[in-house]
């Protein structure tokens, strides 16, 4: 007999976890962004700019985010594949950003990722390659 109880038991149990509903997640309410994107660097939004910082020591034009997770502003120049001068601004946040570069035909979006220390790789939608250094 203790074994059929044990049995009922957890059909009990495993039935009664199948109908309970899991609480929603809860939402974090923040202005960070999963990726960065070229758009990002036209406006800074109300909430970044409580946390907007300039520092002339340092490359970057400025600076937004609590530390951990700031997003900084840069003015880059390098080349293209073709070895053509190319200029631009960009937003990185982390290892990886985006932003638009201008050569002597029209203006590109791109995205970034560091290589080395001032350094960055960068890729057009249609695959074109950039060295960039920022200035």
């Not at 059929?4 to 923040?30: D, G, R, T």
């Not at 406006?43 to 970057?60: L, Q, R, S």
């Not at 979006?109 to 960068?122: P, R």
Request: aromatic fraction near 12%.
């Amino acid at each position: 007999m203790p074994k059929n109880y044990s049995i009922l038991f957890v059909l009990l149990f495993i039935f009664s976890c199948k109908n309970a509903e899991a609480p929603p997640p809860p939402q974090i309410n923040s202005f960070y962004k999963a990726v960065v994107t070229a758009d990002d660097r036209k406006t800074i939004t109300a909430e970044e700019a409580k946390t907007y910082h300039v520092n002339t020591t340092y490359k970057y034009e400025y600076r937004t985010g609590n530390p951990g997770n700031y997003e900084y502003n840069y003015d880059v120049k390098g080349i293209n594949i073709s070895g053509d001068s190319v200029y631009g601004n960009i937003n990185v946040q982390g290892k990886y950003g985006a932003g638009i570069l201008a050569d002597s035909a029209a203006e590109i979006e791109i995205n970034t990722e560091w290589i080395s220390h001032g350094k960055l790789k960068a890729v057009d939608k249609k695959g074109n390659e950039y060295d960039l250094v920022v200035k």
